[in-house]
């Protein structure tokens, strides 16, 4: 079992910064690649930020320059910094991690997802 849990997120104004974790515990083998995503009411999910074990990072062109992905391998955690945020960026953030778990088996598991509202 695999127990995930997001915390950060809440209320900012027009050009403010929120940060983000997620934190993954039980029977974890590995953390391999991780995600940010995104989503609003009628929209898709958008993957907007991802970071491998080795911590390379890649961000979709709309948070690109305002938003920092980290990791802390060691608590398996996920961190998402996020500057100057507008408007548009309010949205359900969700994460996912690619857990190897002890008996072996590789699959992504997915946070609760966390609100961030962002108006003045």
């Known amino acids: 079992q695999v127990q995930i849990v997001e915390s950060g997120g809440g209320l900012v104004q027009p050009g403010g910064s929120l940060s983000l974790s997620c934190a993954a515990s039980?029977?974890?083998?590995?953390?391999?690649?991780m995600h940010w995503h995104r989503q609003t009411p009628g929209s898709q999910r958008e993957n907007i930020a991802t970071i491998t074990r080795d911590e390379t990072s890649a961000y979709s062109d709309s948070v690109k320059g305002r938003f920092t992905i980290s990791r802390d391998n060691a608590k398996n955690t996920l961190f998402l910094q996020m500057n100057s945020l507008k408007p548009e960026d309010a949205a359900v953030y969700y994460c996912e991690l690619v857990v190897r778990t002890t008996d072996g088996t590789v699959r992504g598991y997915w946070g609760q997802g966390i609100q961030v509202t962002v108006s003045s």
């Open positions: 039980g029977s974890i083998s590995s953390v391999y690649t």
